[in-house]
């Protein structure tokens, strides 16, 4: 006999346990299944322990710059690499295990497992407990979400081994700190662990195939960072095509072609793969229920319905942007509409994207260059953080935010930042643009002083001609 659910979600990552719960809270009988641990790899392998992984480097250099502080530290300063990655795992650990009580405390029924789609509102599970199978679930539901998310992609013909050859799992949980590693791919999460391993005496090299790093950003926002990076020690090259790579016992050879054509290579301890991710599509029965894949992602319409009746899709596996926040607010408006609420859309055209290195990079909306190809006539403001009262005391003086307005409306077009703190910063600007506040309205908001938040203030009354403070 089936388990009979009215909502059942295959993912229990930032998007498929948000929309568990949700369902839940709606009254939906719900359950959600789930691999591994709860969180998905946001939680356990991505953004959460990585972030604490950069705050213990932030620690490590504030304490190395103590003295500009005023604060005399006797003796070298070292730091314990195994507390560093035990404490890392912990933090995902302990909100794993939120998600788990959450689970529990709206009803979610929890299954672990491998699911698949094996008929018309019908899924089976093989369950494990302990990473070891226990047997076979049979469930029915007239609703499934497939939240499978997505995992590391490799480069043709280069297979990640895992020790020399790794991916950001790998990264997460090395036994000791390397004293070299190459960084294919400087998105957002090559540059942190780049930026990660540069705080502990690292020798990085990054080797990225566009002409800039974080090449979705905006172009002054991607200069002003590569100028902070080669200036902590860092080798960056871009335009830079990798053709190979070759295990030796504990090194790994990277070959690559430069950006002006010449062949090199770099001998180092690891080689991190950062290119980009795949979704999580196989095995799971869609091609017998007529789910139909738009560049190796699920095709969803505007309401995340697949082609295949009774079955929708949310967050990575279901294709760009993606980002956490976007599979939870996908994965809310989802249950949402199943449940016949008013449901107001995402704004694809106001996700902050973030990448937390140091100095930190948000942004938001079109970049300056995006925006002149669009016809905009625009205006554009920038304040520097080395100017404001906050970061000079707090001794954070690198990088600015950036504000581009539509010069006839004062519409806000795109926000982009770097600097420590935007990563928080730039919740403003995407509450500004949802609600369409335009230029004018961000400074009719009283901003305290002192505070970073003044350099979001300023910057947005420089693109009105309007900035005091420079």
Known sequence: MA????LIVVGAGPGGYVAAIRGAQLGFKTACIERERAGGICLNWGCIPTKALLKSAETMRAVQHAGEMGIVIQGPVSFDWSKIIARSRSVSEKLAGGVEFLFKKYGVTHIKGTAKLTGRNKLEVETTSGGKPTGKLTLEAP???IATGARAKFLPGIEPDGDRIITYREAMVLPEVPKSVVVIGAGAIGIEFADFWNAFGVEVTVIEFMPRILPIEDEEISASLTRVLKKKGMTIHTGAKTTGIKVNGKTAITSFTTADGKEETVTSERVLMAVGVRA???????EGMGVALDRGFIQVDDQYRTTSPGIWSIG?????PLLAHVAMAEGVRTVEAMAGKHVVPVNYDAIPGCTYCDPEVASIGKTEAQAREAGIDISVGKFPFNVNGKALGANHLDGFIKVITNKARGEIVGVHGIGYGVTDLIAEMSLAITSEATAHDVLAAVHPHPTLS???YEATAAALGEV???
């Open 454 to 456: 003044e350099v979001m």
């Open 280 to 286: 999580n599509v196989e095995g799971i029965g869609l």
């Open 143 to 145: 609703r499934t979400i």
């Open 316 to 320: 990575d596996c279901a294709g760009p």
């Open 468 to 470: 005091v403070h420079i």
């Open 3 to 6: 388990d009979k659910y009215d």
